[in-house]
């Protein structure tokens, strides 16, 4: 007898949603779900959805919607980091960022960062497979950016995070962690003494996240975890 299990779908008309073969496999062939049965869904959007299972076909299934719930209370946190060179690292932090609700992953170009592309179906499908298995109803948007556009990124509260020397304005519990918020996240070998004096000329504040130096994946994933408390 199945569960409770969130199914994702941004195929909705009306009072239906149609699912994919992937969502037919999982859902069907190996949960056993069968016609008539309620069923659980998110749009990725904020949206949570009740629906009831009407036609299932090799193809995928549709469900009826029957109620719809916004959260109107999701993190409104953008995080641009540096983009990490190991695929395992950047993955799991796609999957750490989705499971917290984080709105925007910008993974971005710097000068010290090695690799210029990321394989975006695949970080997709890892966000996608994080948003059902937490329930959550919030998938990142996930792009690839310069440092000069996600200098341009409108925010109320924009921070920097790097290991360089400097006055350490705000702290990781700081009020200014809360509501709409971009925080920028060195690579591995930090952001350069000209990107930092860029940022700072854009408007962005140092952010403080203790005495020990941290990983790129792991000082987001404390940036994210520190927000979500704070929200």
Not at 68 to 78: A, G, R, T
Not at 114 to 125: A, G, V
Not at 203 to 208: A, T, V, Y
Request: overall charge negative.
């Amino acid at each position: 007898m199945p569960g409770h299990f969130t199914f994702y779908t941004r195929q909705l008309e009306g009072n239906l949603a149609f699912f994919d073969e992937q969502e037919a496999r999982h859902a069907i062939t190996a949960l056993r779900y069968t016609a008539g049965q309620a069923i659980h869904f998110t749009d990725g959007f904020g949206n949570r959805y009740t629906g009831n299972i009407e036609k299932i076909s090799k193809n995928g299934f549709t469900a009826a919607v029957v109620s719809v719930q916004s959260d109107e209370n999701l993190p409104e946190l953008q995080l641009a980091v540096g983009l990490l060179k190991h695929a395992d690292r950047l993955e799991w932090m796609v999957e750490k960022c989705t499971e917290l609700g984080v709105k925007k992953l910008w993974l971005m170009q710097t000068t010290n960062a090695i690799k210029n592309r990321i394989n975006e179906e695949r970080l997709q499908r890892i966000a996608v497979s994080a948003l059902k298995q937490s329930h959550g109803c919030r998938l990142p948007h996930i792009r690839l950016i310069s440092f000069n556009e996600v200098l341009n990124q409108p925010a109320e509260s924009r921070l920097i995070c790097h290991c360089q020397s400097g006055d350490e304005l705000l702290s990781a519990s700081s009020a200014d962690l809360k509501g709409d918020c971009l925080v920028l996240i060195g690579p591995e070998g930090d952001f350069t003494a000209q990107e930092i004096e860029r940022a700072h000329a854009a408007g962005f504040r140092n952010l403080s996240l203790g005495s020990a130096v941290l990983r790129t994946e792991t000082a987001a994933m404390a940036v994210a975890a520190a927000y979500v408390v704070h929200h």
